[in-house]
């Protein structure tokens, strides 16, 4: 006998047409905060704005059209210096792009959640990700995270696509990681993830480390021109950009509080790339000096950066504010917290409950997992902000998805199924 919500509101969680139906939703509440909130840059938006201004114009890299950076990296800027050479400085195209990004994000979430944990899982974790308030307001924000994100679930949704060919699998993630480096470095370090996942799959030792070795060629056989405009500007090897160490080094002194802090005197007299390295160095040597502390200060970066989500409101809160002043701000506060709360706990709870299902060693290797705590452990070791969990937003929502669908079957007698192909033979 079936449980009996599956005859009412989880009916529809079955098939896969009414995906389609969540994806407009998420589409249209995207529109509508468009229409009534304009782009207006602040803080990192600004970089990437005026980094594009000048690749559009004058084929540099920088905050003029002379001195070359590479502190941000320069992938989104890119997007956006196309964007500005075909319609002209205006923002309506990053907000179609966003548009595009954010919904193809949902539908490779999606896609991820019914491999692993079926439709039902699916079509709940899709709804999560269309409705999420931070989500909805960064479609009016200048941000790498957008891009970032979209094109690691193309990664990570095409890798696990057992039906597509090795080889082919291989060219055309080391295609997507390459171009998700430039957007963050952090994506470097993305093929180990799928190392593990396709070993514990498999147990092929060969073909697989064969497979990853061809996936980072290919990434740096991509990254290299990059890289050589980078050296010859800053005299020394520069992979992607120049903010590695200062990260570092902003998470790791002696007046850290975890988050941003302005760079220290002294240093502006080396160029970028020097700078960083120093930076580097000072954060090394005090992370060696003082162990205790890192791990304590690791744990309080992570604290910082999973608390709370109000970056979709602070980042449009001086267009917020000239349009409808400030007293929208608190509410909309409000129910990003609220929302964000709510979707942790159930993240936090679908991963323990996916643990008690296929066991605690077998957890950590699991897809969702395994690239949550990656992006958790990234700024446990550097810095901390709320906007950087945002790469680990799909898992959390198809965690919380399967958490619910858990929960609703064990009190209707229904039937939790995991994936089991994505844990060790």
């Given at each position: ?19 389609l ?9 995207r529109i509508?905060?468009a ?11 600004i ?5 594009a ?10 905050w ?5 950076t590479a ?8 997007v ?6 075909v319609?002209?400085?205006?923002y309506?195209p990053?907000?179609?792009s ?12 999606i ?8 439709r ?5 974790s899709?709804?999560f ?6 989500q909805?307001?960064?479609?009016t ?7 970032f994100?979209?094109l ?22 080391g295609?997507?990681?390459?171009a ?15 190392l ?10 060969r ?7 061809g ?9 290299a ?17 120049t ?5 570092l ?5 002696p007046?850290s ?6 760079l ?11 700078r960083?390295?120093y930076?580097?160095?000072l ?7 003082k ?33 409808y ?6 509410p909309?506060?409000?129910i ?6 709510g ?9 323990i409950l996916?643990?008690?299902?296929i ?18 452990a990234?700024?446990?070791?550097i810095?901390s ?22 929960l ?5 007698k ?5 994936n ?6």
């Amino acid at each position: 006998m079936q449980p009996p919500y599956t005859h009412c509101l989880f009916r529809c969680f079955t098939k896969r047409r009414y995906y389609l139906w969540i994806g407009l939703l998420g589409l249209l509440l995207r529109i509508v905060w468009a229409l009534l909130v304009p782009v207006q840059p602040v803080s990192d938006s600004i970089a990437y704005d005026t980094f594009a201004q000048n690749l559009a114009n004058c084929r540099n890299y920088g905050w003029d059209c002379h001195t070359p950076t590479a502190y941000w990296p320069v992938g989104t800027s890119f997007v956006y210096s196309l964007l500005y050479r075909v319609f002209g400085h205006v923002y309506w195209p990053i907000v179609v792009s966003n548009l595009v990004l954010d919904i193809g994000t949902v539908w490779l979430s999606i896609c991820l959640a019914e491999k692993l944990f079926g439709r039902r899982v699916a079509a709940l974790s899709g709804c999560f990700l269309a409705l999420w308030p931070s989500q909805i307001q960064f479609t009016t924000v200048l941000a790498s995270e957008q891009l970032f994100v979209a094109l690691t679930m193309a990664g990570l949704v095409i890798w696990l696509n057992e039906r597509l060919n090795l080889w082919l699998r291989v060219g055309l993630v080391g295609v997507i990681l390459a171009a998700d480096s430039y957007v963050r470095p952090t994506a470097l370090l993305i093929p180990v993830l799928l190392l593990i996942l396709r070993f514990v799959q498999t147990y092929e030792v060969r073909r697989n480390i064969a497979a990853i070795l061809g996936m980072f060629l290919l990434m740096a056989l991509l990254i290299a021109p990059w890289s050589i405009r980078n050296t010859e500007a800053f005299g020394q090897f520069v992979i992607i950009s120049t903010n590695g160490g200062a990260n570092l080094w902003m998470g790791n002194n002696p007046d850290s509080t975890g988050g941003f802090m302005e760079l220290p005197q002294g240093v502006s007299r080396l160029n970028e790339a020097q700078r960083d390295r120093y930076l580097k160095l000072l954060a090394e040597a005090y992370i060696k000096a003082k162990p205790n502390l890192f791990v304590t200060r690791a744990i309080q970066r992570t604290i910082d950066t999973y608390s709370r989500e109000s970056i979709g409101v602070l980042w449009n809160e001086a267009s917020l504010t000239k349009c409808y002043g400030t007293w929208l701000l608190l509410p909309l506060k409000v129910i990003n917290q609220i929302y964000w709360v709510g979707m942790l706990v159930l993240g936090i709870s679908g991963t323990i409950l996916l643990g008690i299902k296929i066991g605690a060693g077998q957890l950590l290797i699991h897809p969702t997992v395994l690239f949550w705590g990656y992006f958790a452990a990234i700024h446990a070791v550097i810095v901390s902000q709320d906007r950087y969990h945002f790469p680990s937003i799909p898992m959390i929502g198809i965690l919380g998805a399967s958490a619910v669908i858990c929960l609703l079957d064990a009190q209707f007698k229904g039937r939790y199924r995991v994936n089991q192909s994505f844990t060790p033979k």
